[in-house]
């Protein structure tokens, strides 16, 4: 498996993967699916800030567009005071699930946060989602918070639990 930052060819494949968790999980609360020139902005905004877009692929894939899964990170919140901490997200195709991408792609997003200087490293997860919340504390990701009934998705209150990574070594 290949990691590598993302180009437009791979929006369709992107764009299938979001939908996807769009209509049948609770990963992403969003109840409508985006159009490909949503995710093309979306991905646009994202290196024109200088965030990483990173895609895993099968290695040696003759084409671009076969998006085994995807990640990113952008800022937590907009004020000054936030600039040196990220909020990330993981999205894995659900044919390739458990087999090891979000690992991937999450080792890939430490190294790049930590590349850019960055002091924090945000999850924000729905709760019941437990293979997530153990993959994030695998990689040594603490519980920050837990927030009831956050948001609403397929007509039930769905929980929120934050999960931190602080690089340790990194100065303000």
Not at 2 to 12: F, K
Not at 126 to 149: K, T
Not at 151 to 170: A, C, H, I, M
């Amino acid at each position: 498996m290949l990691v590598r930052s993302a180009t437009q060819a791979d929006i369709a494949g992107i764009t299938a993967i979001f939908n996807h968790a769009v209509i049948h999980t609770t990963a992403i609360w969003k109840e409508n699916p985006v159009t490909e020139d949503n995710r093309l902005t979306w991905l646009a905004a994202r290196q024109a800030s200088g965030f990483p877009v990173l895609v895993a692929v099968p290695e040696g894939a003759a084409e671009q567009g076969s998006i085994y899964g995807y990640a990113s990170f952008g800022e937590w919140r907009s004020f000054d005071g936030y600039r040196h901490t990220v909020e990330h997200s993981i999205y894995v195709h659900p044919d390739h699930q458990r087999l090891g991408i979000g690992r991937l792609l999450l080792a890939r997003l430490i190294d790049e946060a930590r590349g850019q200087g960055r002091h924090v490293m945000m999850a924000a997860i729905e709760s019941g989602n437990e293979a997530s919340l153990a993959l994030h504390r695998q990689f040594g990701f603490q519980d920050a918070g837990y927030c009831r009934e956050m948001g609403t998705k397929f007509g039930r209150w769905l929980d929120l639990t934050l999960l931190q990574y602080v690089f340790e070594d990194s100065m303000p």
